[in-house]
């Protein structure tokens, strides 16, 4: 006879992680530790300004006050043993020549761990029509497609070229959104952030193809701090992209990133990442603490800031891209789709802030558990005395598979405009036996069945990604609660 | 009986759900272009023992055997038991929101192609071929497109079920209450589907608590189950005797040993 639901379930939540290995390449790394005199290393190697050490430094006084203050954020709904913040390396890239003028310069070791991710960067896969930077530890890597992109005044590289190349822009807008004192993870970002990719799209130009970051964490007890910062001038488009992993190794490594973007009047910015760094083991032991600050500013009038997020990585994830909606008119979305499973567990969601008239904001949040993992939403939409003819509408769905996972929905609503209308729906969901036995009974396997109905319960979310990513976060969705029956 | 194999043979089946003994020895033998009639009261083990045939894996079956097309179907999974043939219109059809109707009908039709040998259907494919079976039982294309079941009257669901028993073209389709809850009109559909699937290879297994659905799909075969064991057996005339006579009768004689 069949196995009960929950025993396929318990051994489908037991998932296997792919991206696991591990590059030998030899590294400049940091010894462990973290002062002034290690933010004023990373400064000088990468060749920095001095107005960027200064920012680096508040930064660093800010989250060392925040650390004496013992105000490292503890309100999410997860848990974990304190991080020793002595006990981290701080930098660590691979060691190459300094300044790449073609591919044929980047490590072979290096193009090859990226091959194996399916990520290309040689430039032959122009069909695919999408730009990326390889960011590998601490430094990016290698950037495709940058003269195309140049063509049309469109700046994509690496944050530290970026400083180099256009340091007025930078300046202009770097913390802008996501200030050195912003919070606890963010001030530390702030002084010790190493690398990440910048894009600067041009007034009225409709960026002719996907831009893309791809994270990879390879060096042991290394914490990756990478800066992304994307400004839309007036009237432009782009659509952003984001993927990360990880070796698999027994200790939790920290990656504590900050994204921001800035859409000026009429400007678009999507952007979408599938977030799969080493979740740990079916025990919970290693995998990535993803504590990450991502927020946009509509800062124009009719601007869009659309984040759409596949996450089924990390042991834990602390993540709300936000949207400050000070543009009257503007437009910011959330989707999100979570996955949790082992011991994996995540409190992530949005915080929609009207600030302009007539802004509207959309929030769809789905989130899976499975195993013992536990998830949260946690959502914030505020609405401004300003925000005069505001919309807000949340749903967040959970879905559980099995009896020992659990998923929370923490909604704050702050409505300080009478004219505005904010709409908020909820609901929890099982994967029923009967579902599952329907579906066997029309002649699909429980692991089809399964990855339909989650994929069916996603397809919202879903639709939102580009194709290509679509693909590849249905099949991650499938992945992660692939088991080994049969 | 004759000397062919008999699709389905059941032989002294017990079955339990959630520890209670429903199904106490019960012995049913269909074979292949035969449909058969299951009647009896609420409670006398109808649902059991399609969802014995069809392998719910909350059913235990305790002692006894069933054998399907010569072999043992009870070491079967259920999706094993679907594509050799064995088809359960449910009595609750289950919603699955974001799965489009579309998608999960051709998802089974190529489960049971592949076990078959046959290619799989592409999308443009499956869609003719669909078409063709949604107007033997009137079946609004606009709900194929929708998610499987999500929103659908109950008139619909039941509907959707017999849409996919036409696309699949099961060896044994088992109806479990199809009829229940329908009006006049959706009762004829429903028979327009059974009766299509009548062949010299199939059999259909309608499991009914009503006489009114035999006017329109006339069996060779009624059986009336009661207390988890069929106490009678004859042709279409027993169905028009129980709407007379009622399941009261029924009763003493479930209990004479």
Known sequence: MAESSDAMLGRLAEREYEHGFVTDIDADSLPPGLDENTVRVISAKKNEPEWLLEWRLKGLKRFFELLDEGTEPTWAKVDYPKIDFQDIVYYSAPKQTPTLDSLDQVDPELLATYEKLGISLTEQKRLHGIAVDAVFDSVSVATTFKDELEKQGIIFCSFSEAVQRCPELVRKYLGSVVSQSDNFYAALNAAVFTDGSFAYIPKGTHCPMELSTYFRINAANTGQFERTLLVADEGSYVSYLEGCTAPMRDENQLHAAVVELVALDDAEIKYSTVQNWYPGDKNGVGGIYNFVTKRGSCRGARSKISWTQVETGSAITWKYPSCLLQGDDSVGEFYSVAMTTNRQQADTGTKMIHIGKNTKSTIISKGISAGNAEQSYRGLVRIQPSATGARNYSQCDSLLLGDKCGAHTFPYLEVKNSSSTVEHEATTSTIGEDQLFYCRQRGLSEEDAISMIVNGFCKEVLRELPMEFAVEAQALLGLSLEGSVG | ?257
Do not use: C
């Open chain 2, 1 to 257: 009986m004759g000397s062919a194999t008999p699709l389905l043979e059941i032989r002294d089946l017990h079955a339990s759900a959630g520890g209670v003994e429903i199904i106490k020895g019960l012995n049913l033998t269909v074979n292949p272009g035969e449909v058969h009639a299951i009647m009896g009261p609420n409670g006398s083990g109808k649902s059991t023992l399609a969802n014995v045939l069809s392998g719910r894996p909350s059913v235990e079956v305790t002692a006894g055997s069933v054998r399907y097309q010569g072999s043992d179907l009870l070491a079967l999974t259920p999706e094993q038991r679907a594509v050799e043939g064995v088809f359960l219109a449910s009595q609750y059809p289950v919603e699955i929101p974001g799965v489009a109707n579309s998608y999960f009908m051709k998802a089974a039709l190529n489960a049971a192609r592949k076990q078959r040998g046959e290619d799989p259907l592409d999308g443009m494919d499956f869609l003719a071929f669909a078409r063709e079976k949604m107007k033997l039982v009137e079946f609004d294309e606009k709900l194929l497109h929708r998610s499987l079941n999500e929103g659908f009257s109950g008139g619909e669901k039941k509907r959707n079920e017999i849409l996919q028993m036409a696309i699949l073209e099961p060896k044994l389709a088992i109806l479990d209450e199809t009829d229940s809850g329908l009006d006049i009109d959706a009762l004829r559909i429903v028979a327009n589907g059974v009766s299509s699937l009548r062949s010299p290879e199939r059999a259909t297994i309608m499991i009914t608590h009503y006489q009114r659905l035999l006017d329109y799909v006339v069996p060779d075969l009624v059986h009336v189950l009661a207390d988890g064991r069929i106490v009678t057996s004859g042709g279409a005339e027993l169905a028009h005797e129980l709407e007379q006579k009622g399941y009261a009768w029924l009763q003493s004689e479930a209990a004479a040993p």
